[in-house]
């Protein structure tokens, strides 16, 4: 029978399986068959984890197939209003406290109908039928549509009952998502008390259970009382569910149970043992559901039962099912339900618990303050705490919002529907957005209530205008605010909370509106990441209740408000990376409850104020990277509470004060990088750094004071007493004199960094062996002296050492053999000696070791063959002989060797075949001797192979075709002989070769044309042969080619112009014939070509009248300005003058800003040298008397040429003055030229004589031995110099006053130097100048305005240095100049009108400065003016006042004739619209505004520059309109960049004239329309970018005819349809980038042909169908994107041919099958992405020789079997990504020679075993991601020695066991140096954990006290364990998330 209660104590019945007889019959029933649970349900749980976990549907919440052990999370941990119930049960009635997740096993299996269209597409889902179950859907929906009949008869009889209709209930559960779910529960290891199933309710409609051969159920009743559940044989138990209790306003409450293991249950438990029935304790349970899309809301009278305050408003039901399955964690959502991917699960319970002691002593107050607000309401309000907290989302659906109200005993749909939230993740064009997870924490507060909603809704609406961004799409005035609005969090009706970070997205920069002050009920506010402009709002003074301000990394300017003082709540302000300025309000002295504020990296000056020691309350402080002044307040020794204070990168000066030994509290001291100064000895006591008081604070951990140089002083002996200190940074510090013995008391102490003091020495002290927490020390760069001491091999956790670069002198100890934790060693740079102690073989985990530019002799070691983690090894640059250890085979994860530079002899050791890691060798400059080793062809890794300068001999080896990584290969200066190897022409990667000074015979191989990636080849002085190959036309990368000092024949190849990267080319001296091509015109980026010594015949092509500039007019100065650098002059017996120079300055007159410089300037200098010379030779009659020859005067122009593989050219002398025979100059010139090559440095030394005395010098000693010098004083005794050059010679000091005694000098060249000081005003005196360059150099001070004496000058150029002040108005005088260049340096002020009468001036170069003010109009008198460079300064445009319309300069500029080159770019504040009237600049090649401020439409009457040939216009936002289509005529143009403007309208298919365009980026602008089809005739078309615009239509197939076309980027429009098949013919197609379109179909087979293609993108496109075999010719690729599209196949076995590839990205498609084992053979794969496909099969072994590859993703797929062990030789994998695949065994001890793996993830598999110990050998690993699995064991506590651990994510497994105590912080590198840095600092902690998850395993023990290291830890959840005890005292500080908000820390409220 059915008993039905009409009185409100109804809430459970028992049914019999008699059908119920109401006044309206339901007609009759089935009868209730057999449960499914024996023995079908108890056959299935009892099956492996892995099996059952193939039937689980997380991504769908599980609401089909299995949900696992350890996911539903009890109600009663995470809701508070639950755990008060608990405590409020009587005695005898009280509920088991769970300690974590169910322990039950649950299978929903839907029943009946479901929606054909649903919102709820998670409810509605196919059924999951497990494997190996034949019958398994016949049984389940036999049993459940039983019991939904039973459910149907009850939900009539409820109706009627409760005096509603009988289908009231019934009509609203029609498709509702019904579910049975049988329920396993593993008794046989269960023990007395143990929880199943914690306190809870359940969230559906009728929950229906059978009869479990189990007991243990308890329910309670309505008036508290827990009874046992026994149901009778025959019935069923049922219970109301939430949706009951809603639909009748609390009338019938929602029935609360528990499954626990009793006394009876260990009984039955037995019973079965005994008997051998299956020990699983299985339930027959249906959940009953309202249908998603009914609204569950209090029917008919009902509605006014609410009693108690209880509420249920209106709610979907699909919505309120989802907010409690977030609840429980069986949501979707990672926040809760994923561990593995949000770095804590359990963020649904232990998060709030760790809030809730923080916000109560704010909350009371404020509940305070609004009592009056309050009073009269008949239900009082919720008051809230927002806690904002960042949960990335990684490839799941957001997380649903939970909301606890810890406040008031109100029913969860009220909390539900007063607190709405909504989270939203968007990635737009590579900008990643954040869930913000908003975890609101109800107090017993009243707040909030006054106030205008309609406000606060109009204030977000003005924001998300402003902001116009994507992610606030919601905000819209339709909406809800309170629970539509993303990001927006409310309490009683008001925004109480808001957050936002906008990075990235395409919303742009805004400023706040001025109505956000209305928001006056804010609590928290942040805003980060949001490009928010403008100052900050002073009406924010105003929002009084605010305690969190979080402002950081924007864009605001201006000052700190000081109206904020008014906003005494605040706690928390955080404006950091932002550029705010001004000084630091003193009135903020009265936010006395702040205790974290963060101003750094910001632009704030003046002093720090030292009323801020009012702010007492404060623990955190970082004001660092400002430009702060001024000393330290002593006043803020009284910030008792201060533990961080952070000061770094400002200029403070001073001295640290001695009363800051109060700040007891302090943990962490940065001041880096001031101006701090050391204690002076008048002081009292000994000089030094600091106060040697600072040693007295207890708890300091870190002390930073690197950069401040100016400390200048000893170190403290009393700092031994810092027992704490376990981070010491004395980087640049000015540390001096010895390190001190008695430091070594300071056994805290994990870092110390003390590199870069100059006055550092002293020896090592042998008393610091007692320092044996030490991980790291760096000491380089000192002046450290002395042995190394021995005693130190007690060190015995040291893991990184360097001691390179000081005087250290004797042997390596043989005693550190027993530092066996060494990981690095650098020693380099010292003067030690003897030899490398074999004895070091111990050192087994040493994988970086430097012993190189030392005295070491000897031979190498044979048995450091033990050193198999070796990785670098850099011996070079010592003396060490003998031949090569072969023994060194063993050293197999060695990637860079370094022996060059060494006495080593022999054979290279054939079983050195063996190194298959290595990447980089060198081995030149030694005294090897034999031919090169076949089998070294199995050296399949190695990128970089050096064995120059040795005595290799024989032929070039076939072999080594079959290293296909091979990038660059150096086998110069040694005796090759043979040929080149045509087969090395399969050399892909090859990209610099150098076969240079060998006795390499034979012609080139045309076969080489295929080595796509080559961008320099060396093969001079060899006997090469034949003409110069045709083919290698396609070498289109080539920049470099040197083919000099050989028997070249024939012409050179006309093809060779499609090499168009090239810059320097070397032919001389061969014997090439034929004239220079004119087809070379196109090679516009040449800049040194060398012809010399040979036949060639003819003149310099016309044709190359622009070819061979690089941005025309950009160029350097050229042959036309610097004479002494740029050009050599002959002068031939009929005193002509040409330019033979190898520079293309002076081939080229047009482009280098000179046309005819080499020869037309000469006749100008001939006329000016003539008077002086006929001057010189008349003072010197006397001296000369009895001669027989008259003297010669001469003008000497001394040119450095480029070397390329050359010898150094013969330097002309001129005689310019008188028309002597050739061979009297060449007598009466003495002339001594010297030139050395040491080690790669250039030395040049000319001197030249007149009648015995020295009249001309030139020096270039760059890159010598030498070093820096100084003038000598005796210098100026050179009295007879008329031309003096010293250039890049390294000399320092002020330039020499005295040489304004040189009267002769008219050249005078010392560029490139380190010239410090002013320019002497007394060179004015120097009245022959004529030419002076003084560039690069460190001169500063302003221009000497009496330098306007020197009328004779002609170029001067003081470009470079650090010049201030204005540009002298009297230079006006320099009538005779024609070169004037002063750019990049610091000038100031306008330009002067004055050089508007500089008739000559020819260049005028001041870019780079900060002058301001307009051009003037009167430098349209310049006539003769060709170049004007004034890029990035702060010129402004001509305002409309001045008359005519605005522009960017004035237009009369168009009235230069000669102008060539016009350069503005980098000028935004030019903002103006282009003039027409330049349109008369007919000799403009080149023009340049990129980033000028141009404004408005590009003008149509610019088609009259015909002459352009490169116009850049790049990033002027408010450069608009269409492009047009009259610059058809632009016909000379070769280079065009308009990108990232706002240019609009179509592609002009007029264009199409544009014959000799080569370079065309039109991309990040919004054009639409098609791409023009008319463009096929743009054959010269090497580059064309249109990416990022709104372009629509399809790719035309007539393109197919651009076939010089090299790189194509149409990416990111809006492009459909087919990829064309006639692309096959763009052979030269290196980059195609199609990525983010919407092309469709099959990728097409014929592009098979695009054999030189390099980068391929077709990413997020709508492509199907297979990845086509016949690419496999695509051998040039490299790398390969075709992720985001809807690919279906196999992986191609044919595509094994791409042997260089390198980075291949197939994820998000459709693929299947398994991974070919043929893909082995891609040796350059260092990337490859398959994830998110449906890959099967197993982990392919033979992917084990791939060694070149670094980072692997093969995540969700379905791949199964054991990871394979062999993996372990992939040396080179830094990230390995393998989670979510149904991978199974044991993780593979072998993996632990990863020594290069950075981040693992092997979550969601079925591993199982323990965790390998040895793996502590991944000493790079960050991330960690063991989650979801079934390991087993306990923590390893090998693992100590991982001190770069970031992250460990070990939840959802079966470990047990304690927390390793060895997991301490003696493996930190430097802790708390990064407490709270967003910068990586390589000085933080290696024992860098902020993230670890060990929830849901069996741990025991404690929680360690040592963890109060671990400063960085920010998420540390290990909830569902059976860990005990207390939080530990010793982490009070240590549990910051960010400073002052102590996570953990519940017992320690003064935290917060």
């Not at 032929?955 to 090759?976: E, T």
């Not at 010594?1093 to 042959?1119: F, H």
């Not at 050009?1127 to 046309?1155: F, H, P, Y």
């Amino acid at each position: 029978m059915v008993y039905v209660l009409r009185s409100r104590t109804f809430k459970r019945i028992f049914i019999s399986p008699a059908p119920l007889r109401t006044h309206r019959s339901p007609g009759p029933q089935p009868p209730l068959g057999p449960s499914p649970s024996p023995p079908q349900m108890e056959s299935y749980f009892d099956q492996p984890t892995e099996a059952k976990l193939k039937d689980s549907r997380p991504e769908l919440s599980y609401q089909v197939g299995a949900t696992p052990s350890g996911t539903e999370v009890p109600r009663v941990l995470v809701d508070t209003e639950m755990q008060r119930r608990v405590e409020s049960l009587a005695t005898g009635h009280e509920a088991s406290m769970p300690s974590g997740a169910d322990r039950k096993w649950r299978f929903f299996w839907r029943l009946g109908e479901r929606p054909q269209e649903s919102a709820f597409t998670e409810f509605n889902a196919a059924p999951v039928v497990p494997e190996g179950f034949p019958q398994w859907s016949e049984v389940m929906n036999g049993w459940g549509g039983k019991m939904m009949a039973v459910a149907g008869t009850v939900a009539r009889a409820a109706a009627v009952g409760l005096g509603l209709e009988e289908d009231a209930f019934t009509s609203r559960m029609n498709l509702g998502p019904h579910l049975l779910a049988p329920t396993g529960s593993d008794l046989s290891t269960s023990q007395l008390g143990t929880v199943f199933a914690g306190f809870h309710y359940d969230l559906n409609f009728l929950t229906l259970h059978g009869k479990s051969r189990f007991p243990g159920l308890f329910v309670w009743l309505r008036d508290g009382r827990k009874v046992p559940v026994r149901v009778p044989d025959g019935c069923l138990f049922v219970q109301a569910g939430k949706q009951m209790e809603w639909l009748t306003g609390g009338a019938v409450l929602a029935g609360l149970h528990e499954v626990v293991v009793t006394e009876d249950t260990l009984k039955a438990v037995a019973s079965a043992q005994e008997g051998g029935r299956s020990c699983w304790r299985v339930s027959s349970t249906v959940f009953s559901h309202i249908a998603s899309e009914q609204t569950l809301v209090p029917l008919q009278h009902l509605n006014a039962v609410q009693e108690g305050g209880m509420t249920y408003p209106p709610i979907l039901a699909g919505e309120q099912v989802q907010q409690e399955l977030s609840v429980i964690c069986l949501s979707n959502s990672r926040a809760c339900g994923d561990t593995a991917t949000d770095k804590g699960t359990s963020a649904c319970f232990n998060k709030s618990k760790e809030l809730l002691k923080q916000d109560q002593s704010l909350h009371d107050q404020e509940q305070r303050s609004d009592t009056a607000t309050d009073k009269g309401t008949s239900v009082k309000p919720v008051a809230f705490s927002a806690r904002l907290t960042p949960a990335p989302i990684i490839g799941a659906s957001l997380p649903a919002i939970q909301w606890s109200d810890t406040a008031h005993k109100l029913p969860q749909p009220r909390v539900a529907r007063s607190l709405p939230m909504v989270g939203q993740s968007k990635h737009i064009h590579g900008a990643h957005m954040y869930v913000w997870l908003l975890l609101l924490l109800l107090t017993n507060l009243c707040i909030l209530v006054a106030g205008d909603a309609t406000a606060d809704k109009n204030a977000l609406l003005s924001l998300a205008t402003a902001a116009a961004h994507p992610n606030l799409s919601s905000w819209v005035a339709g909406n809800d605010m309170c629970t539509e609005y993303a990001f927006v969090a409310c309490t009683t009706g008001r925004v109480s909370a808001l957050y936002l970070q906008l990075a990235g997205s395409a919303g742009g920069a805004f400023a706040i509106p001025a109505d956000f002050s209305n928001l006056d009920a804010l609590t928290s506010l942040a805003m980060v990441n949001c490009a928010i402009t403008g100052t900050l709002p002073g009406s924010w003074a105003s929002l009084s209740r605010l305690y969190s301000l979080n402002l950081q990394r924007n864009q605001f300017t201006g000052t700190l408000p000081a109206a904020y003082s008014a906003l005494t709540s605040l706690t928390d302000l955080q404006m950091d990376h932002n550029r705010l300025n001004g000084t630091l309000p003193r009135d903020w002295a009265s936010l006395s409850r702040l205790y974290s504020l963060n101003l750094q990296r910001n632009q704030f000056t003046g002093t720090l104020p030292a009323a801020y020691s009012a702010l007492t309350s404060l623990t955190d402080l970082q004001m660092g990277h400002n430009r702060l002044t001024g000393t330290l307040p002593v006043d803020w020794a009284s910030l008792s509470r201060l533990f961080m204070l952070s000061l770094e990168n400002n200029q403070l000066t001073g001295i640290l004060p001695a009363a800051y030994s109060a700040l007891t509290a302090l943990g962490f001291l940065e001041l880096s990088f001031n101006r701090l100064t050391g204690i002076p000895s008048e002081l009292g006591g000994a000089t030094g750094i600091v106060p040697p008081s600072i040693g007295l604070l207890p708890d300091l951990t870190s002390l930073q004071l690197g950069g401040t140089a100016s400390l200048s002083g000893s170190l403290p002996s009393e700092w031994s007493s810092l027992s704490s200190l376990a981070s010491l940074e004395l980087t640049g510090s000015g540390a001096e004199g010895p390190l001190p013995p008695s430091w070594s008391l300071l056994t805290s102490l994990t870092s110390f960094q003390a590199t870069g003091n100059s006055n550092l020495d002293g020896p090592m002290p042998s008393e610091w062996s007692s320092l044996t927490s030490l991980v790291t020390m760096d000491l380089s760069d000192n002046t450290l002296s002395g042995a190394l001491p021995p005693s130190w091999s007690s060190l015995s956790v040291l893991q990184e050492l360097d001691l390179s670069s000081n005087s250290l002198t004797g042997p390596l100890p043989s005693s550190w053999e027993s530092l066996t934790q060494l990981l690095t060693f650098n020693v380099s740079h010292n003067g030690l000696a003897g030899n490398l102690p074999p004895s070091w073989s111990a050192l087994i985990r040493i994988t970086e070791l430097d012993v190189s530019y030392n005295g070491l002799i000897g031979n190498l070691p044979a048995p450091w063959s033990t050193l198999t983690d070796l990785v670098l090894l850099n011996a070079s640059h010592n003396y060490f002989t003998n031949n090569l250890p072969p023994s060194w085979s063993g050293l197999d994860q060695i990637r860079d060797l370094d022996l060059s530079s060494n006495l080593l002899s022999g054979p290279l050791p054939p079983p050195w075949s063996s190194l298959t890691a290595l990447v980089n060798v060198n081995m030149s400059h030694n005294a090897l001797a034999s031919s090169l080793p076949t089998s070294w062809a199995s050296l399949t890794n190695t990128e970089v192979l050096d064995l120059s300068h040795n005595r290799l001999t024989s032929i070039l080896p076939d072999s080594w075709s079959s290293l296909p990584a091979l990038a660059a290969i150096d086998l110069s200066d040694n005796s090759f002989n043979g040929g080149i190897p045509a087969s090395w022409s399969v050399l892909g990667q090859l990209a610099d070769v150098d076969l240079s000074h060998n006795d390499i015979s034979g012609m080139p191989p045309p076969t080489w044309s295929s080595l796509y990636a080559l961008t320099r080849l060396d093969l001079s002085h060899n006997d090469l042969s034949g003409s110069l190959p045709d083919e290698w036309r396609s070498l289109g990368l080539i920049v470099d080619l040197n083919v000099a000092h050989n028997s070249f024949s024939g012409p050179i190849p006309s093809s060779w112009n499609s090499l168009w990267k090239l810059t320097d080319i070397d032919m001389s001296f061969n014997g090439l014939t034929g004239t220079l091509p004119s087809a070379w015109s196109p090679m516009y980026r040449l800049e040194n070509m060398l012809v010399a010594n040979n036949e060639l015949t003819g003149g310099i092509p016309v044709s190359w009248r622009y070819s061979t500039t690089d941005a025309p007019g950009a160029a350097g100065a050229g042959c036309h300005l610097t004479f002494m650098t740029a050009c050599m002059l002959q002068v031939q017996q009929e005193l002509s003058v040409i330019c033979l120079s190898n520079s293309r300055a002076c081939g080229d007159t047009a482009t280098d800003k000179g046309t005819s410089a080499c020869f037309n300037k000469s006749k100008e200098l001939l006329k000016q040298d003539q008077s002086l010379h006929d001057q010189e030779q008349r003072s010197d009659t006397a001296t000369d008397k009895g001669t027989s020859v008259k003297p010669v005067a001469f003008s000497a122009r001394l040119t450095p040429a480029p070397i390329i593989g050359a010898s150094l050219p013969a330097i002309q002398w001129s005689d310019t003055a008188h028309k002597l025979p050739q061979p009297r100059v060449a007598r009466s010139l003495p002339m001594v030229g010297q030139s050395k090559h040491i080690h790669g440095a250039h030395i040049i030394c000319f001197v030249a004589c007149t009648t015995g005395r020295v009249s001309a010098l030139y020096l270039q000693l760059a890159g010598s031995a030498g070093g820096a010098f100084a003038i000598p004083a005796d210098f100026s005794n050179l009295d007879a110099l008329t031309s003096l050059a010293m250039v890049n010679c390294a000399i320092t000091g002020t330039l020499p006053g005295s040489w304004a005694s040189l009267s002769r000098l008219y050249s005078l060249n010392l560029q490139r130097n380190q010239f410090t000081g002013t320019l002497p005003a007394a060179y004015s005196a120097l009245t022959s100048l004529t030419d002076l360059q003084m560039d690069h150099n460190r001169l500063n001070g302003t221009l000497p305005r009496d330098w306007a004496s020197l009328s004779r000058l002609y170029s001067l150029n003081l470009q470079r240095n650090q010049f201030t002040g204005t540009l002298p108005a009297a230079y006006s005088a320099l009538t005779s100049l024609t070169d004037l260049q002063m750019g990049h340096n610091r000038l100031t002020g306008t330009l002067p009108v004055d050089w508007a009468s500089l008739s000559r001036l020819f260049m005028l170069s001041l870019e780079n400065n900060q002058l301001t003010g307009i051009l003037p109009a009167a430098y349209s008198a310049l006539t003769a003016l060709g170049f004007l460079e004034l890029s990035f300064n702060r010129l402004t445009g001509i305002p409309s006042e001045l008359g005519g319309a605005t522009g960017i300069v004035p237009p009369s500029i168009g009235l230069l004739p000669d102008l060539t080159s016009l350069q503005l770019g980098g000028t935004a504040s030019l903002s103006g619209s282009l003039p027409s009237e330049w349109s008369s600049l007919s000799s403009l090649a080149s023009l340049e505004l990129t980033g000028s401020g141009a404004e408005g439409p590009l003008p149509p009457s610019w088609s009259l520059l015909t002459s352009l040939t490169s116009f850049q216009a790049t990033g002027n936002s408010n450069l608009d309109g269409p492009m047009p289509s009259e610059w058809s005529s632009l016909t000379s143009l070769v280079t065009m960049d308009l990108s990232d403007n706002t240019l609009s309208g179509a592609l002009p298919p007029s264009w199409s004239s544009l014959s000799v365009l080569q370079e065309l980026d039109l991309s990040s602008n919004s054009l639409t329309g098609p791409l023009p089809s008319s463009w096929e005739s743009l054959t010269q078309l090497l580059t064309f970018n249109v990416s990022h615009n709104g372009l629509a239509g399809n790719l035309p197939p007539s393109w197919s005819a651009l076939i010089r076309i090299t790189e194509l980027d149409v990416s990111y429009n809006g492009l459909i349809g087919n990829l064309p098949a006639p692309w096959s013919t763009l052979t030269d197609l290196v980059l195609l980038n199609a990525s983010h379109n919407y092309f469709t179909n099959n990728l097409p087979p014929s592009w098979s042909g695009l054999d030189q293609i390099r980068d391929l993108d077709l990413s997020s496109n709508l492509l199907s169908g297979p990845l086509p075999p016949p690419w496999s010719s695509l051998t040039a690729l490299v790398n390969v994107n075709m992720s985001h599209n809807a690919l279906a196949s196999s992986l191609p076995t044919s595509w094994a041919s791409l042997t260089n590839m390198e980075v291949l990205d197939l994820s998000h498609n459709r693929l299947t099958s398994i991974l070919p084992d043929s893909w082995s053979s891609l040796p350059a794969l260092a990337a490859i992405d398959l994830s998110d496909n449906s890959f099967n099969g197993g982990i392919p072994a033979s992917w084990s020789v791939l060694g070149q590859l670094a980072d692997v993703d093969l995540s969700h797929n379905d791949i199964s079997g054991m990871p394979p062990p062999t993996w372990s030789s992939l040396y080179a994998l830094t990230r390995l990504d393998l989670s979510h695949n149904d991978l199974s065994g044991s993780l593979p001890d072998e993996w632990r020679s990863l020594g290069l793996i950075v981040d693992l993830n092997v979550a969601h598999n079925s591993f199982s075993g323990p965790i390998p110990s040895s793996w502590n050998s991944l000493w790079k690993l960050t991330d960690i991601d063991m989650s979801f699995n079934g390991l087993t064991g306990t923590l390893p506590s090998a693992w100590s020695p991982m001190y770069r651990l970031e992250n460990m994510l070990v939840a959802n497994n079966e470990l047990t066991g304690g927390i390793p105590v060895s997991w301490r912080y003696s493996t930190t590198d430097a802790p708390g140096n990064c407490i709270l840095r967003d910068d990586p600092l390589w000085t933080c902690s290696p024992w860098k954990l902020t993230d670890i998850d060990m929830g849901f395993n069996g741990l025991t023990g404690t929680l360690p006290d040592t963890w109060s290291s671990m400063y960085r830890l920010e998420n540390m959840l290990v909830g569902s364990n059976a860990l005990k005890g207390r939080i530990p005292e010793s982490w009070r500080s240590n549990t910051m998330d960010a400073p002052g908000t102590c996570r953990l820390a519940d017992e320690h409220p003064e935290c917060a």
